[in-house]
């Protein structure tokens, strides 16, 4: 069974700082990253990082966050700074397996608000 398990969620004030972790297990993992969910919009993709340590952003990221991690170890990391209240939103792991299958984790929540 493939898990995927976030954790560093919570709520920070503008221009805070938050950093999320992710721990995947039961697969073997091509390329793994980060997606967001906010309250009444659709999921969209932060950055991923691959088993090459290439790294790739969406452009609304603009410097603020950074996705490091061991794909071979099947762990990520994303750093969040300068924190604005409209990055309140879900934050999912996502991992494409060797194989070319899709995961996802339950999924951690960010609260930016002072």
């Known amino acids: 069974q493939v898990q995927l398990v976030e954790s560093g969620g919570g709520l920070v004030q503008p221009g805070g700082s938050l950093r999320l972790s992710c721990a995947a297990s039961?697969?073997?993992?091509?390329?793994m990253g980060w997606y967001r969910q906010a309250p009444g919009k659709a999921r969209e993709l932060i950055a991923t990082?691959?088993?090459?340590?290439?790294?790739r952003y969406e452009d609304f990221v603009k410097g603020r966050f950074t996705i490091s991690g061991d794909i071979a170890k099947n762990t990520v990391v994303l750093d969040l700074n300068s924190l604005k209240p409209e990055d309140t939103a879900v934050y999912y792991c996502?991992?494409?397996?060797?194989?070319?299958?899709?995961?996802w984790g339950q999924g951690t929540q960010v609260n930016v608000s002072s």
């Open positions: 039961g697969s073997t993992f091509r390329r």
């Open positions: 996502y991992g494409e397996s060797i194989w070319y299958n899709e995961f």
């Open positions: 990082i691959n088993n090459r340590g290439m790294t």
